[in-house]
């Protein structure tokens, strides 16, 4: 009965943090919507946070480690033909798996709601949590990205891959709420099609070369060459 009791407190607090937020979320509601009592919850969690935790150790653990597991398997191929990684297949190893949500209710939720409002939540430990779980996964896409690109600065790189998350995080709001964000006159698209769309427009983003050949030479605000005499 107990791993019963928990999968339903798990299921409650995933849907409740995804549609108001963790911090708008009470306990009261969350006993209301998984129908136990406090008790319960504090058995088996102990806080709100550890709640938060262990929806993240649910849903996004075993997602990023099957990247990370992708990621490797990138770079060791890419190793032994003597090339360095292709950008694209590094972006499709971290955009696709959010485009497939949908194929799962559960996996809808978590991915184009709690995740989608975490990246934007203020509030102190939803940040923590998130980069906690999420900074193995960004420091591998930074390396191998770095692989992949030597000739662009690491914090260009950095830079890019902010942007890429600005454009999904938008791409999942936008499919997921197509009323909102999508012109009448635009015709849905699969996610076959949607995923190309974005990984191409992700790709192009991450390897133009412009800025970042003069990047290192450009001056710091406020350096020297960036002053102007005061007459």
Not at 36 to 46: C, E, I, K, T, W
Not at 169 to 177: E, I, K, P
Not at 182 to 204: G, H, I, N, Q, R
Request: glycine share 6%; aromatic share 8%.
């Amino acid at each position: 009965m107990e791993p019963e009791t928990k999968q339903q407190i798990l299921d409650a607090a995933e849907t409740l943090f995804a549609r108001k937020g963790y911090k708008a979320t009470s306990l009261r509601d969350l006993t209301m919507n998984a129908g136990v009592n406090l008790a319960s919850v504090n058995y088996h969690f102990g806080s709100k946070k550890r709640l938060l935790e262990a929806i993240f150790e649910r849903r996004l653990q075993p997602l990023n480690e099957s990247r990370l597991q992708k990621l490797k398997e990138i770079r060791k191929a890419a190793g032994q033909q003597g090339e360095n990684p292709a950008v694209r297949e590094i972006l499709k190893v971290f955009i696709e798996p959010v485009l497939r949500a949908r194929v799962s209710h559960k996996g809808e939720i978590f991915l184009l709601n709690l995740v989608g409002r975490a990246f934007i939540d203020l509030d102190a430990t939803v940040q923590e949590i998130l980069r906690r779980f999420m900074k193995p996964l960004s420091d591998c896409m930074i390396e191998t990205l770095s692989k992949a690109l030597p000739e662009i600065p690491r914090e260009v790189i950095l830079w890019r891959l902010q942007f890429v998350l600005g454009a999904l995080g938008r791409t999942m709001f936008v499919y997921r709420n197509p009323a909102l964000g999508k012109p009448k006159e635009v015709p849905d698209v699969d996610p076959e099609t949607l995923l190309e769309y974005l990984v191409s427009f992700a790709t192009k983003g991450i390897e133009e070369p412009g800025y970042a050949k003069s990047f290192k030479n450009a001056p710091s605000p406020g350096g020297r060459k960036g002053r102007r005499k005061v007459k």
